[in-house]
């Protein structure tokens, strides 16, 4: 069993080199492209703040896992200058890596060899390739900003794309190392260089609590959706239906997610098995894979509806699912803000999620979709075939739904707060 993390705040902290040296490109990092939200807004952001505002972005990547098997590698490689990982460091940078790792040691003692070992590689590498910015969108991977810091790296924004780890504790959700986690983000806010942002109101309100700081410390930046990505015509979705055969007037449950706790998948399970039940001619499509998929597969299969229940994986063409359904169902405990919610309601889906935190952004309750409080499959149910059945309002939700996508989270206003964030920073 391994020994667990601690981290103690160094009373000394010196940097490699002074934030002047550092006058190379602005770094995303992220740990790899494949699918999911985080991956989402990089591109998303990319593709309208790279083209159109000449600013000279590279993206670091941990690990390229399923370059080739999604759309967001291919998608991103033409953004950046450069795509590059960590582990494919010249030999400057793993020459140079012992000498980090010494100062890890110093410094951060308590972390796990492999932990120390990654801090000292990236540490390195922004002491070859001197970014004047680094933008970590996951600010969990916390190594990422201490080797930015005992680098020198003078610009160093992080991007909190979840809850925080106390939301999902108080949900009975695994958290290893939020004491940990939020004892590092609490010394890395000491620093000038070091940037917080948040993506939506109980994101930022859930995280400044947390930390025990005021709201407005934690910057907001919103979202980035970009109509072309999910711009499927109608012909996919009734392919999609016709290919599972599903008749062309059913009316269709649908939800995408990875099956994994977080995401409650076998309460949408129970939910649309309820939902099939009350009304024989529906159908449901639950997309995604995860550790959970062979649970639901079997729940699934041991209903009398399981010929009206459809789970097909992960589907590379996403568009397709939003295209055949009528209604959109989301179970998670905790979303920082939901991409799939504006991918639903940007193809006019009422949505009707569980009280999870960022969703309330996106979604007006009972106006273009129901935030429903409470997690039992009955209601939540209810709610859904009250979308079914009133299709005067569903048309009305879907409509309100998208107008509110396209009009708030634009990728070119997310493109806009970054930019003004870099500018202020003096990166720009």
């Not at 039940?277 to 299969?301: F, M, N, Q, T, W």
């Amino acid at each position: 069993m391994s020994k667990p993390e601690t981290f103690t705040a160094p009373e000394i902290f010196p940097p490699f080199l002074q934030g002047e040296a550092f006058t190379g490109p602005l770094v995303w990092w992220n740990h790899s492209m494949t699918a999911g939200g985080v991956e989402r807004q990089i591109y998303a952001t990319a593709a309208s703040l790279g083209a159109s505002d000449g600013i000279d972005l590279e993206l670091l990547l941990e690990d390229r896992s399923g370059e080739g098997e999604n759309i967001f590698m291919d998608r991103v490689r033409p953004l950046f200058g450069r795509v590059s990982t960590v582990f494919e460091a010249a030999g400057a940078i793993r020459a140079r890596s012992p000498e980090c790792l010494r100062a890890v040691e110093e410094y951060f003692g308590g972390f796990s060899p492999f932990r120390k070992q990654l801090i000292a590689m990236y540490a390195a590498w922004f002491l070859e390739a001197r970014p004047r910015l680094v933008q970590i969108w996951n600010a969990e991977l916390f190594q990422v900003a201490l080797a930015a810091l005992l680098a020198g790296v003078p610009n160093i924004i992080l991007c909190c794309a979840c809850m925080s780890p106390g939301y999902n504790a108080a949900r009975g959700l695994a958290g290893g190392n939020r004491n940990v986690y939020r004892d590092v983000l609490k010394f890395l806010l000491n620093f000038p260089a070091v940037t917080l942002t948040g993506i939506s109101s109980a994101n930022r309100q859930d995280h400044a609590e947390w930390l025990g700081l005021e709201q407005h410390s934690i910057l907001y930046t919103p979202h980035a959706f970009v109509p072309e990505l999910w711009e499927a015509d109608a012909a996919r979705g009734q392919s999609l239906r016709a290919e599972s055969g599903i008749p062309e007037q059913a009316p269709v449950l649908g939800g995408m997610f990875r099956f994994a706790k977080v995401k409650d998948p076998l309460l949408w399970v129970e939910t649309a098995l309820a939902v099939l039940a009350a009304k024989p001619e529906a159908y449901a499509i639950l997309a995604g894979d995860g550790d959970l998929h062979e649970d639901a597969r079997r729940r699934v299969e041991s209903s009398p509806q399981a010929g009206r229940f459809l789970l097909p994986g992960t589907l590379k063409e996403a568009g397709s699912l939003y295209r055949a359904c009528d209604v959109f169902l989301h179970t998670s405990h905790s979303e920082g803000l939901g991409n799939v919610i504006m991918e639903a309601q940007y193809h006019r889906l009422p949505v009707v999620c569980t009280d999870c935190g960022g969703p309330a952004d996106v979604i007006e309750d009972k106006k273009s979709g129901f935030i429903v409080t409470g997690r039992e499959a009955r209601e939540l149910a209810a709610h859904v075939l009250y979308a079914l059945e009133h299709k005067d309002w569903a048309a009305r939700a879907g409509e309100l739904g998208r107008q509110k996508v396209l009009r708030n989270f634009s990728a070119r206003r997310a493109a806009l707060g970054f930019k003004k964030l870099y500018t202020l920073r003096g990166c720009l």
